[in-house]
C-alpha cells in the first residue's frame, strides 16, 4: 500500500490532498492508500478509555472465509480495556518476527493467511472488531461537535478540523 506524507500545508484541505493523490499519484489505480498525517495532527480521544461500557463486535471465523459465510455477531461485546488487553497478548505471539525485512516478514504472513483460508488449516482463527458503531452512542477517535468536552473538561481543539472524520 502507497504511503503519503502531506505536509502541513498539504494537509489543509482534504479535498484537494486527495484529488492530488487521484490525478497527479495516480492512486486509484492501488485500491487503498495509508496517509499519515504531520506531527502536529494528534487528535485527543472522545470517548472514556476507561469506561465499562462494552463495544458490540463482528467476528469471521478466517478458514471460514472461502465459504461465502456472513460475519457473526458478538453483541455482548469488549470494553476498551479489553480491546487493550487483546492487543497486548497478539504482540506477545509476535514477538520473534523480526520486521526488519518488511518485504519478507510480509510475504511469509500473507502465505500463511493464504493457507488459512484456501485450506482451512491450522487451528481456528476468528478476525473480530468493533465497527460501523453510532459515533453519538460509542464515542469517537476524534471530537464531536455534539461532545463539546474533552475529558478534561474542555473543548477539544480538533472538533472542527478538516480531516476530522465526523465532520466528513
Excluded at 523480526?98 to 516478514?105: G, K, L, N
Amino acid at each position: 500500500m502507497p504511503v503519503f506524507r502531506p505536509t502541513e500545508e498539504e494537509f489543509k484541505s482534504p479535498m484537494d490532498y486527495i484529488e492530488h493523490l487521484y490525478y497527479d499519484k495516480k492512486v486509484h489505480q492501488y485500491g487503498c492508500v495509508k496517509i499519515i498525517p504531520p506531527p502536529s495532527f494528534k487528535p485527543e480521544l472522545s470517548f472514556d478509555v476507561n469506561s465499562d461500557r462494552r463495544l458490540p463486535t463482528r467476528f469471521q471465523v478466517l478458514q471460514k472465509l472461502a465459504q461465502g459465510q456472513p460475519f457473526h455477531q458478538n453483541r455482548v461485546g469488549h470494553t476498551f480495556k479489553d480491546f487493550q488487553r487483546i492487543a497486548k497478548e497478539r504482540e506477545r505471539e509476535d514477538e520473534d518476527i523480526d520486521w526488519d525485512d518488511d518485504q519478507e516478514v510480509y510475504d511469509r504472513i500473507e502465505r500463511k493467511y493464504w493457507e488459512i483460508v484456501d485450506n482451512q488449516v491450522g487451528k481456528e482463527l476468528k478476525v473480530e472488531y468493533a465497527a460501523d458503531l453510532d459515533a453519538g452512542r460509542y464515542g469517537s477517535g476524534f471530537g464531536r461537535k455534539d461532545h463539546h468536552l474533552n475529558k478534561d473538561g474542555k473543548k477539544n481543539k480538533f472538533e472542527d478540523h478538516a480531516w476530522n472524520l465526523n465532520n466528513f
